[in-house]
């Protein structure tokens, strides 16, 4: 629920409010929001400027990385690193001290993208980086599997532990979870000495990216109740594990190509579940993800199984009308099919649930 000065104009016209306890109720309320810190991220041009600029930093130490900056050698490069991460540090708690969470968060967040750069350049500098293969270059990193990587997703999981422990900004989560992904295959193939002759590695590789996402979802839940009840503040900690969590299943789900048409039906009941998951617990990637996977198994019916039939288009039509329906009646009927069904959940899921859909549904 958004109030805006409209919603108020409309209570004095019916008699709810006089115009005078509207205007100073509107005051108070602009006085008080002006002193808050701007904690939740939304869709200004605010805030886009700040995640656009500091995406750009970001790529700019990791995804851009070239191998221009190898000319530096590696003694520089981790100065340079570390001389950056220490700057941004010190960005960060300044523009805290200004009210300023987000450009802090983000601030914090390059610090955390330059440690595998400088463990990188330190491990080389001191002649303990194993060589062969891509990884005898960084910008490799963001774009190979392989074993050697390991240390440097390591060290960037510690990194990025502490300074959540330390400054706590949301936008500092997604390091975590992209290393986290990235681990998973390196683990992945360090584990299974995917270079082995003659061996297909993928449906393992595929299945890997499976459990793993898995184990990141059960950790994001955790994650979602602990900061809840302890100091979110309204800030989501725990929405890039819910991300790379749910991409890591749903790719490994999505690539199993079942050649049997129970199995793809299975797999388009899956992905129905996970639009419930996402209605139940209010993160919209679970319905991102369903809804195309749903979408995926259309145009297979569409495309393979009913190919020349006239009543198809026909039928797809009544059970998208039919979907519009069924939400019609979850609008009116939420409230109370989801107190029932969170009645069978554990007390801390429960209360977390219910501390989001309050967050969603009756905010200011």
């Given amino acids: 629920m958004k109030i ?19 205007a100073s109720l509107w005051s108070a309320w602009s006085e008080r929001l002006a002193g808050m810190p701007d904690v939740a991220p939304r869709f200004s041009i605010t805030h886009v400027l700040y995640y656009l600029g500091g995406m750009i930093a970001i790529g700019a ?12 050698g590696p003694w520089a490069l981790f100065a340079i690193a570390v001389s950056y ?28 993208v330059l440690v595998p750069l400088g463990t990188w350049a330190l491990q080389s500098a001191l002649g303990w980086w194993p060589p062969g293969g891509a990884a005898e270059h960084y910008r490799a990193y963001h774009t190979h599997i392989d074993w050697r990587w390991i240390s440097l ?6 990194a990025a532990v502490i300074g959540l422990w330390r400054l706590r900004y949301p936008f500092m989560v997604m390091p975590l979870a992209v290393t986290v992904w990235y681990m998973s295959m390196d683990l992945a ?19 890997f990216s499976m459990v793993f ?58 992905n129905l579940a996970l639009l419930g998951v ?5 993160r919209r990637v679970f319905a991102v993800f369903g809804g195309l996977g749903i979408a995926f198994y259309l145009y297979h019916l569409a495309d393979k199984v009913f190919a020349d039939s006239l009543l198809f288009p026909f039928a797809l039509t009544l059970i998208g009308l039919g979907i519009v329906g069924a939400g019609i009646w979850w609008r009116d009927n939420e409230r109370r099919v989801a107190a029932a069904l969170r009645a069978y959940l554990p007390s801390a899921l429960r209360e977390m649930l219910q501390t989001r859909h309050t967050d969603l549904h009756g905010g200011h």
């Fill in 4 to 22: 805006s000065k409209s919603d108020l104009d409309w209570a004095v016209t019916q008699g709810l409010l006089d115009a005078a306890q509207a």
């Fill in 61 to 72: 130490m990791s995804l851009f990385m070239n191998l221009g900056w190898e000319q530096f």
């Fill in 85 to 112: 991460a220490v700057a941004s540090v010190f960005a960060a708690r300044w523009l805290a001290r200004r009210q300023l969470p987000i450009p802090a968060g983000i601030l914090a967040t390059l610090a955390i």
């Fill in 153 to 158: 997703e390591f060290v960037t999981l510690v």
């Fill in 189 to 207: 193939r360090m584990i299974a000495f995917a270079d082995r002759p003659g061996w297909n590695e993928w449906p393992y590789y595929r299945d």
């Fill in 213 to 270: 996402g898995l184990g990141m979802l059960v950790v994001a839940v955790w994650v979602d109740i602990r900061a809840r009840a302890a100091f979110a503040q309204g800030r989501d900690f725990a929405f890039w594990l819910y991300l790379f969590g749910t991409l890591a299943v749903w790719a490994g789900l999505t690539m199993q190509n079942s050649s049997s048409e129970l199995g793809k039906f299975i797999y388009f009941l899956i």
């Fill in 278 to 282: 996402g209605a139940a617990l209010g």
